[in-house]
């Protein structure tokens, strides 16, 4: 059996599954609940100053047939009292020693910063999660993502949490910013022990287009929230593949943003993440995902011959390049499995309109299944996305897989196009239909 | 076998009679319209005979414009809300349902179909201003599909439409023949209704059109589309004499359409016939309580009309098929007590009855489902009018105009006996063909 166990910058947890500071972590019961569950940590609802939430705090994206697969939230920091939290944080760790919990903290002055350490570490959090990221309400007070995207404003808090702190420090960065790598540095400069990314992204869901208010609507007015959920992971996972590759860098990562099954999980740890949190995902289906998450990661590390987490962290970091250094001479084309084809014809709609007119069709209603003309597909998978069958469109390498050409070696080699009838240029000989073909209407 | 009691009230008819496709709610609607694919040139379009835009329709419900996507069906076909639930869609819009051809459920077009009209006619949403009248009159005989839609298309364009029809109520054989598992009476009507109010055609009820109204309606109209239907069942042997209880199958279906608890039929009973009517008949003696209910057809099983859903439907509750089985004689003095059956071969394509193997099945009632004769005695008293050798109005293909230019024709008169949904087809088409011939 693989050992799921993992010590995140000194923190140690029985795998790799930890709670995001969000509602699931609102309290000593849910974290009981989903410790009891399986899961290895939970990072506690944000503790700081006093607040007051708003009703009606939520509204998600749903499409076609699933719901909330893009959750937006106008919530605050805990609301609880902070020596309710600290009584719950105590009880928790007497039961659960060995498994993670981390004291997620926003305050505003040094005083408080120093104050709030000492209690969560008195109260036995094994580490602390600075929140620099909350993009709603908490900025507005100069505090959240306001931090979080001044890079000197980061540093200088951290130094302060660093004068006291003794547990380790992670800093929860906002992707709110345009290089998450400059943030992600001065974290690091100040002094912090790890980061973990992404918190939520500023968002607006959607409008209520008979009232004109966007969702969620509070007494006829909305603001803009935070975005989560399935959504988000592609952002997430590049900012995480972004902090990974800073030269030199560090500090463990660990990932956030639209995580719900083991296979996303493995993605992030591929690209840099040695633990990982989930709010949404839970949210939705509560503790019990921890069922899923656990052996599917085991089976996983099992059947890729992985023994700790360790040794799969990264491992996609080497594959994840430039654009510059990408095979130019590498082709593939698209390959219709004509006995798996239902004849939906999707694929000839997308690459007649939205791509490269590189599909045709018979013309006949017995026989529905569309070809490619080989001559115009550049390769660039859109029919197979569109496809409704699994593995029915394929690509399929059409050079001798023998010459390799970057975009970086021709600028070396001083080998790159310089005007459109140059030869090395790409696009040249492509056929393009005439615009007026495209006329079907009488005018 | 035997497994539904005769309904005594109106709840237990419903139960008995309850409907295979029934309303979808706003969810089970959203869930289903994701499930579509917006196919491109998509076959369930081809199959559809009104060619309603079916990608589109579904994609308007799913982006919650219900609205827009009862607006597409009507378009097509006026008939939206019926044909929702009781056209074979099996063999229609969803057996040409790309999904089919990965063993995957396809999309419930019917019930997605239905979904979108009913929340249209429950609202009372109006989709459509008839242009200012033009001045023209065209006569309708028969309120059927046919001519409904007949009238519809023509009140859009302007013209003044008057509809004759014999029965008190409208809607033909969807309200006097469709089997009441597939749609309620007051659906039927209520979709007549919404129609009526949009369209402002008239319906002059218990109106049987005879020659010397016929003199009349040419005196006074500029065109008549003829929707009149099929005539009464068509026996295959001649009855010596009448007996109460061996009926017709349009007829004890009329009967019991209109009088759900007071027809009675008995324990046993026997269907004769391997089309869909005979299916019909069939299924619903059996949801009226009968014990035994046969189905005779003399031919083999593979080579029955009917579609095979509605023989499972049959099956399901519990019909049995006698195959290759010809009626010879109806037993019995003033009530037919048996039918005397001769086991049948097919001998070069040709029914055979095997001497010796003659036998008898004891019933209290026998249904004949045998098919429906021609109106051709009224249509013989038409000008002009021809007809082909099976009884039905020959019409130019894109116009349905008839042999006498006055008059246009549609709908199971003119096919023969199919679907609403082709009546519903036909009568629009005709309509734009009445439009051409009078206005060109
Ligand atoms: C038992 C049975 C079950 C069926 N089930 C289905 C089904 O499940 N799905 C489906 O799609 N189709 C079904 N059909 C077929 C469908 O009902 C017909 O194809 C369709 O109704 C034909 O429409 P129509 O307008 O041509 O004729 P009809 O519906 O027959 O309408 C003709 C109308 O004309 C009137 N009329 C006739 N002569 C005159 C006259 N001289 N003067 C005034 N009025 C006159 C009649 O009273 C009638 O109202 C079924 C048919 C039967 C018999
Ligand atoms: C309702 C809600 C409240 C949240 N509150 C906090 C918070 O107090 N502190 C914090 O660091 N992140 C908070 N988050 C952000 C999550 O921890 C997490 O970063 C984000 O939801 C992305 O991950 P996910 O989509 O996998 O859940 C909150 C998220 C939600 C949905
Ligand atoms: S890969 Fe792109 S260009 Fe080639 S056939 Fe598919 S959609 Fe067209
Ligand atoms: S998208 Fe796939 S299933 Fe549909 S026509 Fe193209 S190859 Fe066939
Ligand atoms: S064939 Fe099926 S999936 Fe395709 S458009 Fe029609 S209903 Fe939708």
Redesign the interface.
């Given at each position: 059996m693989p050992d799921l166990s993992v010590n995140f910058a000194g923190i140690k947890a029985p795998n790799p599954f930890w709670l995001a500071s969000a509602p699931p972590t609102n309290s000593g019961y849910q974290i009981m609940k989903a410790f009891d569950a399986g899961w290895g940590g939970a990072v506690w609802k944000t503790l700081g100053v006093p607040v007051v939430n708003v009703s009606s705090r939520y509204a998600s994206v749903n499409y076609k047939g699933n719901r909330m697969i893009g959750l937006n939230n106008i919530e605050l920091i805990t609301d609880r009292p902070l020596k309710d939290n600290l009584r719950e944080m105590e009880e928790v760790k007497k039961y659960f020693p060995d498994h993670a919990v981390i004291a997620s903290l926003m305050v505003e002055s040094k005083a408080q910063w120093h104050q709030i350490v000492k209690d969560v570490e008195n109260a036995g959090a094994d580490g602390i999660e600075l929140n620099f990221g909350c993009p709603h309400g908490m900025c507005e007070r100069g505090m959240g993502s306001a931090v979080g995207q001044e890079p000197s404003v980061l540093k200088t808090i951290v130094e302060w949490v660093m004068e006291v702190a003794k547990v380790p420090v992670i800093v929860k960065l906002t992707p709110n910013i345009s290089d998450i790598t400059y943030p992600a540095q001065a974290a690091k400069e100040g002094g912090a022990d790890a980061i973990s990314l992404i918190n939520t992204i500023q968002s607006l869901v959607g409008v209520d287009i008979d009232n004109f208010v966007p969702y969620p609507i509070v007494d006829g007015k909305s603001t803009n929230g935070g975005y989560c959920g399935p959504a988000v992971k592609p952002i997430a996972l590049n900012m995480t593949k972004n902090c990974a590759q800073i030269p030199n860098y560090d500090l463990p990562i660990s990932g956030i943003g639209g995580i719900e099954t083991w296979r996303d999980a493995v993605e992030f740890m591929l690209l840099g993440a040695s633990t990982v949190q989930i709010c949404t995902a839970v949210m939705h289906y509560g503790f019990g995902i921890i069922r899923d998450l656990v052996p599917g990661l085991e089976s996983y590390m099992i059947d890729k011959g992985f023994n700790t987490i360790d040794e799969m962290v990264g491992k996609a970091l080497p594959n994840t390049k430039t654009w510059e250094n990408l095979n130019l001479k590498y082709k593939v084309t698209a390959s219709i499995d004509e006995s798996k084809c239902i004849g939906c014809q999707l694929c000839y709609t997308a690459c007649e309109d939205g791509a490269h007119q590189a599909i045709g069709l018979k013309g006949d209603e017995e026989n529905r299944i569309p070809f490619i003309i080989d001559e115009n597909c550049v390769g660039c998978n859109l029919c197979s996305l569109v496809c409704p069958v699994e593995e029915c469109i394929t690509m399929v390498q059409t050079d001798d897989g023998k010459s390799h050409n970057t975009w970086k070696e021709r600028t070396e080699a001083n080998e790159i196009p310089n005007d459109f009838n140059d030869e090395r240029a790409g696009g040249n000989g492509h056929w393009i239909p005439e615009p007026k073909d495209a006329l079907k209407k009488k005018r | 076998m035997g497994e539904y009691k005769k309904p005594k009230t109106a709840e237990e008819f419903e139960q008995n009679f309850s409907q295979i496709k029934p309303l979808m709610d706003a969810s089970m609607a959203?869930?289903e319209s994701?499930?579509c694919?917006?196919?491109?040139?998509a076959?369930c379009v081809?199959a559809c005979p009104t060619g309603i835009d079916i990608p589109l329709f579904i994609r308007q419900i799913?982006n919650k414009n219900t609205k827009g996507a009862a607006k597409t069906i009507y378009d097509s076909n006026y008939f939206g809300n019926a044909c929702g639930k009781v056209c074979p869609t099996e063999v229609l819009c969803e057996g040409a349902c790309?999904?089919n051809?990965?063993d995957a459920k396809p999309i419930e077009i019917g019930r997605l179909q239905s979904y979108a009209t009913q929340d249209a006619m429950q609202k009372e949403i109006t989709l459509y201003q008839p242009a200012p009248a033009n001045g023209k009159k065209v006569a309708i005989i028969g309120a059927g599909p046919a001519g409904i839609a007949c009238a519809c298309e023509l009140s859009l364009l302007g013209y003044e439409v008057h509809i004759f029809e014999a029965k008190s109520q409208p809607s033909g054989l969807t309200l006097y023949g469709v089997a009441p598992y597939k749609i309620t009476n007051e659906e039927i009507l209520q979709e007549v209704e919404y129609l009526q109010n949009q369209f402002g055609f008239k319906i002059c009820f218990n109106e049987r059109v005879d020659s010397e109204k016929l003199v009349e309606l040419e005196k006074n109209y500029q065109a008549i589309f003829l929707g009149i239907g099929l005539g009464k069942t068509r026996f295959p042997f001649p009855m010596e004499k009448e007996m109460p209880n061996v009926i017709g199958a349009t007829e004890i279906i009329e009967q019991l359409k209109v009088n759900h608890l007071t027809t009675n039929l008995g324990d046993q009973v026997i269907v004769i016939g391997g089309g869909n009517t005979a299916m019909d008949a069939a299924s619903e003696a059996a949801r009226l309580g009968a014990k035994h209910v046969t189905l005779a057809y003399r031919r083999s099983k593979e080579e029955m009309g009917a579609y095979e859903f509605e023989y499972d439907l049959a099956k399901a509750v519990g019909v049995q098929g006698v195959f290759n089985a010809q009626p010879l004689e109806i037993i019995g003095t003033d009530q037919a007590e048996a039918v005397r059956f001769v086991r049948t071969e097919l001998v070069d394509g040709n029914v055979r009855p095997i001497e010796g193997s003659e036998f008898t099945i004891a019933c209290d009632a026998v249904i004949f489902a045998t098919g429906q004769s021609k109106q051709v005695d009224f249509l013989n008293k038409i000008k002009d009018l021809e007809l082909d050798d099976k009884g039905k109005i020959k019409v130019k293909e894109a116009s349905f105009q008839t042999t006498n230019p006055m008059y246009f024709a549609g709908g199971d008169a003119v096919n023969g006996g199919a679907e609403v949904v082709n009546a519903a087809a036909d009568g629009k088409q005709a309509a734009l063909g009445i439009h051409d011939f009078l206005i060109a």
């Open positions: - | 959203y869930y994701s499930r694919l917006f196919c491109y040139d076959p081809t799913n790309v999904y051809h990965r």
